[in-house]
């Protein structure tokens, strides 16, 4: 049983999306605030997580698309996300 979608990126590493995470643990903090910590961590860029974006539409006529920002994270990233999310509860 798969709770969070695990792809393969460019390298063929397993990653997670970050916003997925995010909404499975059901965190109180805004998405921007707990993943500007990981940078904080220590995690490098295009080793440890991708950047990611996508158009989505919106219901705005003046502005009908949005671009959303989502990262990919290893999956040792990811469980070093968890690991410290878990010693701060």
Avoid at 6 to 34: C, H, I, K, M, P
Avoid at 48 to 59: A, G, P
Avoid at 66 to 88: G, N, P, W
């Amino acid at each position: 049983m798969e709770l969070i979608k695990v792809t393969q990126n460019a390298e063929g590493q397993s990653v997670v999306s970050a916003r997925e995470l995010y909404l499975f643990l059901e965190l109180q903090t805004r998405f921007n605030d707990w993943i500007s910590r990981m940078f904080e961590y220590g995690f490098v860029e295009n080793q440890d997580y991708t950047l990611v974006t996508q158009k989505r539409v919106t219901n705005n006529l003046k502005n009908p698309y949005t671009i959303e920002t989502d990262y990919a994270l290893t999956l040792d990233c990811a469980k070093q996300k968890v690991s410290r999310l878990a010693c701060t509860l």
